[in-house]
């Protein structure tokens, strides 16, 4: 007789599980529109330094919200406070309880409902980074570049890699000049050679690159390496020639064509050739100067 009666026992239990069960299935959530930061540095002095976290509350209820992982508590955010219907917020700052700051890994934010005798936890994880990139400046394409806004060889573009995904940074002599829109394990920053309208004079530049991953942390920069910028240059900036005799100059440029000036004279002149000038007959000292888009170099000429 016992036999039955446990069985029916157990049926009646069983079924009414089931009822429970399904009736919580149909009851709405006392939480929803959460949000919860991904990642966060607390170590990285940046705006993602703290885990932001926010939900709305369906009905008031004295709430408790907890950090935990693996069902332990790390660090207790509210404690058992009264919050009426609408949106709840808070933030960690990564630390423990203890004031102690928790190891890197995955978190999760645990809500205790006191008047609906729920717990829920939310399905948002957290991840704690201290760890910060590593950047690799791969390759710089081209080492010499004119950036006057002819379109030849105006820029100057910059492989890179990072250990895991950031977003890139380019330094210009160790400051940080141009910053990339997304985050890549690797790709291209192009340089103009000039900051806003500011085109950078004529010289060596040494260029890298640094990377901020996703909870903030910032790399160091990886190691530099030199571009040229030169708009136009004479091989050599003092010559020597005997009067009247036909002289020749090499002009680097990446424009087309350039202008002269030299002993009275003017005129334009290819830049793929040498410049073939004659020299003056009388003896002294003659500037030549040649210039394209704004931008010059010159050489003394001695005749004697």
């Known amino acids: 007789m016992r036999a039955p009666m446990l069985v029916i026992a157990l049926l009646v239990a069983t079924a009414a599980a089931f009822v429970v069960s399904e009736r919580l299935k149909l009851t709405p959530s006392p939480i929803l529109d959460t949000q919860v ?10 705006p993602t330094a703290i885990a932001r976290l926010s939900f709305r509350l369906r009905k008031a209820d004295r709430l408790t919200i907890a ?20 949106v709840v917020g ?3 700052n990564g630390r423990e309880d203890g004031g102690r700051l928790a190891p890197d890994g995955s978190y999760l934010i645990r809500v205790h409902l006191a008047h609906a005798r729920r717990t829920i936890v939310l ?19 081209p080492r010499r570049f004119s ?12 492989s890179y890699r990072f250990d895991e995904v950031a977003r890139p940074y380019l330094l210009i002599d160790g400051r940080v000049r141009v910053i990339g829109r997304f985050a890549y394990r690797s790709g291209q920053l192009t340089w103009y050679g000039k900051v806003g309208s500011t085109v950078f004079p004529a010289g060596r530049y040494r260029i890298s690159v640094a990377g901020r991953d996703l909870a903030g942390n910032l790399s160091a920069p990886a190691p530099a390496k030199t571009v040229e910028i030169r708009f136009i240059a004479l091989a050599r900036h003092t010559i020597s020639a005997a009067p009247g005799r036909c002289l020749e100059v090499s002009v680097s440029t990446d424009a087309l064509r350039f202008h002269w000036r030299f002993a009275g004279r003017s005129g334009t002149a290819l830049a793929r050739r040498p410049l073939a ?19 010059s170099a010159q050489a003394l000429i001695t005749i004697r």
């Open 37 to 46: 930061d991904r990642s966060f540095s607390p170590t990285c002095s940046c």
């Open 277 to 295: 000038l004659r020299a003056p007959t009388r003896l002294g000292r003659y500037r030549l100067t040649v210039s394209e888009r704004g931008h």
């Open 90 to 92: 808070s933030a960690w």
């Open 67 to 86: 950090v935990v992982k693996a069902d332990s508590v790390v660090r207790n955010l509210v404690r058992s406070r009264r919050f009426g219907p609408g």
């Open 147 to 158: 950036p006057d806004g002819d379109h030849r060889a105006d820029r100057v573009e910059i």
């Open 123 to 141: 399905p948002n994880p957290i991840t704690l980074d201290t760890r910060a990139p590593r950047a690799e400046l791969v390759a710089i394409r």
